[in-house]
């Protein structure tokens, strides 16, 4: 291989870690649900499984997650068991006749199934760009809260729509972002139930899942 071949390899493989860098997620808790799979790239299959995670508030989330077939044995039943992961929160979008729903979950990329419960953990840091007007609102009880959509870059041209929110002084400080600005945060992954309206007198249970923010920087 020739040193200009081995610089150009050098700098790819140094420009896919820095990405890789932009999108940390670290989680510990319990499978709720086996492996269902999701779908084969390359000869590879991928699967999709729930972890909770609980809160210091005694709330608890149910985070998804995705896992290669090559990471971990996917036919064994692990239910019940706790597990250590680290990975990157990733988005895709499913279309269907009427519209497309932005999905998201935790990409594996390290698992291990834990001999023992142990405490849990939930953290994320996401380093991306500002991709829709922040909305800042109020409750009725005066409680700041802004609502932040953060495309994230993946290797090979590819980005993760993440949705974030923030409270407080951080969504006060977040509701003068503009469109395209370049953000660092750190927070947790949480799950939210709401009521969709799928008809004139049909709603149905659905989960969303976001980032709830504890600290951030805006990047010049």
């Not at 239910?79 to 250590?84: N, P, S």
């Not at 998201?104 to 419960?117: G, S, Y």
């Not at 729509?161 to 370049?182: E, K, L, M, T």
């Not at 139930?193 to 923010?213: C, F, L, P, T």
Request: proline fraction near 3%.
């Amino acid at each position: 291989m020739s040193n200009d071949q081995q610089r150009g390899d050098k700098t790819l493989y140094d420009t896919t870690e820095r990405i890789i860098e932009n999108n940390q997620v670290h989680l510990r808790g319990k499978m709720v649900t086996g492996f269902s799979f999701s779908h084969e790239l390359l000869g590879e299959g991928f699967y999709t499984a729930q972890v909770t995670v609980d809160r210091l508030s005694e709330v608890t989330d149910t985070i998804p997650i995705m896992v290669s077939e090559r990471l971990i044995d996917v036919t064994q039943d692990y239910i019940g068991k706790y597990v250590e992961i680290r990975g990157q929160f990733r988005s895709y979008n499913q279309y269907n006749e009427e519209h497309n729903r932005l999905i998201l979950h935790v990409f594996a990329t390290k698992m291990e199934i834990l001999e023992e419960e142990d405490y849990p953990i939930n953290k994320i840091y996401l380093d991306g760009y500002i991709c829709k007007p922040t909305v800042y609102r109020k409750t009725p009880l005066g409680r700041e809260i802004a609502d932040i959509l953060l495309a994230v870059n993946r290797p090979y041209g590819k980005s993760d729509y993440i949705p974030c929110i923030c409270w407080g002084r951080n969504a006060r400080y977040a509701s003068a972002f503009a469109v395209g600005g370049h953000v660092l945060l750190w927070g947790r992954i949480q799950s939210r139930e709401y009521m969709k309206r799928i008809g004139e007198n049909q709603s149905e249970k659905r989960i969303a899942y976001e980032v709830s923010v504890s600290k951030l920087e805006y990047v010049d």
